[in-house]
């Protein structure tokens, strides 16, 4: 079957740097998509790797490699309005999104 | 701003209510999307549309109905719901299904069946 993994919950401080790993076991790969959902509200596109490497984006970054099966996101300079859950999803072979389960992000002071 | 725009945002109902979820998209694109997101669960797909047509139906029971009457508006009909149908259910959009493209969310409906 097809498979997403990623840690329930995260704890980091305001200012710090955080890393979200996502593993992943799909049928096929055609991408992988990182998105950043507040409580209650859209989750919004964040990221998309589909070659090996580091994608850079201002305070957020996203790495792939697809020999591992795994991912992760960077989060630099942590504010409060990071807090959030954000989603990992696989593009398979069909171009379906299969969904990690999200990793809820909690920002102290 | 996603311009994916979902009503209502908070339904509750009964078992034996009938109700419709509405989305309407801004964007230009041509493919639509039903999710369902529960607690702690991984968004499950429920239907694509592509161009008006559904190309997928990921075994979503039949008290679940959708329509597409153009490429800016999906609906999501319900009927005899039962309590587990409880959820978010959130549509998205994208230029074309079968393709790479993002995926844009709406806000979504916060649902909750009685």
């Known amino acids: 079957g097809q498979n997403i993994d990623q840690p329930t919950e995260m704890t980091a401080t305001e200012g710090a740097i955080v890393q979200i790993n996502c593993t992943y076991q799909t049928s096929g790969f055609n991408g992988l998509f990182w998105y950043q959902q507040h409580a209650g509200e859209a989750p919004t596109f964040l990221s998309y790797?589909?070659l090996d490497g580091l994608e850079e984006k201002g305070r957020f970054s996203s790495f792939l490699s697809r020999s591992k099966g795994y991912s992760y996101l960077l989060l630099k300079e942590l504010q409060m309005k990071d807090s959030a859950s954000y989603l990992c999803?696989?593009?398979?072979?069909?171009?379906?999104?299969?969904w990690g389960a999200g990793t809820k992000l909690i920002i102290k002071p | 701003e996603t311009g994916v725009t979902q009503t209502p945002r908070h339904l509750v109902m009964g078992m034996t209510n009938k109700k419709s979820l509405k989305c309407e998209q801004h964007l230009g694109h041509n493919a639509m999307y039903w999710y369902k997101q529960s607690a702690k669960k991984p968004l499950e797909l429920m239907f694509v549309y592509n161009f008006k047509e559904q190309t997928e139906n990921n075994s979503v029971p039949s008290r679940f109905s959708p329509e597409c009457p153009n490429s800016s508006h999906l609906f999501l009909h319900l009927h005899t719901l039962q309590p587990e149908d409880s959820a978010l259910y959130l549509c998205?959009?994208?230029?074309?299904?079968?393709?790479?493209?993002?995926?844009?969310f709406g806000p979504g409906t916060r649902l909750t069946v009685l």
């Open positions: 790797n589909v």
């Open positions: 999803a696989v593009m398979d072979s069909n171009y379906q999104l299969i």
């Open positions: 998205a959009s994208s230029q074309a299904g079968g393709h790479t493209d993002t995926q844009y």
